[in-house]
């Protein structure tokens, strides 16, 4: 599995896209925010206490987390459909573009900790880096098949299925049960006859 570092990645990568991209969710449209609630969903996705980088949540920075979720998106979509080039390549092009590069880092008093951007990056970059360097890790090892996209109807939010067995399908329990309900229902309408 993944360690807790490369974890707490890719849950914030999942909050990303779930958050801001347009599409469904537990059944109902899912618009994504605009100007302030952008803001307010970026905060939500990535809690202060969870990046050391700077925050000045404009609304280019809220644009360029917006453009890097919908990227995102398409990795979780492309691992769906079993086509990890194309999950690679966007992975790819997520780490040139957000400048991810790996290094050492502490302050004062503190352990050494990994991180996958300068100290000098926009927050918009680094947590793009971050994210993206989890997806790497994901992508580029044996656990691709645990990013997903829900499989419940009128639903399309990702997922990292942290489950021992990887047989995660939903997005939400939520999600899970709305499925078994349809099946009941289906089975029912069909053994009524």
């Known amino acids: 599995m ?100 790996p290094h050492l880092d502490r302050r004062a008093g503190e352990p050494w900790r990994l991180h996958f951007h300068g100290a000098d990056e926009t927050f918009a970059a680094g947590t793009t880096a971050a994210c993206a360097t989890a997806l790497a890790l994901a992508v580029g090892g044996s656990l691709a098949g645990r990013l997903g996209v829900c499989h419940a109807e009128r639903c399309d939010r990702v997922y990292v299925d942290a489950s021992r067995n990887g047989a995660r399908q939903f997005c939400s329990t939520a999600c899970q049960n709305r499925a078994k309900a349809a099946a009941f229902r289906a089975r029912q309408g069909t053994t009524g006859r």
């Open 2 to 101: 993944f360690d807790s570092h490369v974890t707490v990645l890719l849950d914030q990568a999942v909050a990303l896209v779930n958050a801001l991209t347009d599409g469904e969710a537990r059944g109902r449209a899912h618009p994504a925010p605009r100007g302030e609630e952008r803001t307010a969903a970026i905060e939500a996705a990535v809690p202060s206490t969870a990046s050391s980088l700077p925050r000045a949540l404009d609304t280019a920075e809220a644009d360029a987390l917006a453009a890097a979720a919908l990227r995102m998106r398409a990795v979780f979509r492309a691992v769906r459909d079993g086509d990890l080039d194309t999950a690679a390549a966007e992975v790819n092009a997520l780490l040139l573009d957000s400048g991810a590069r």
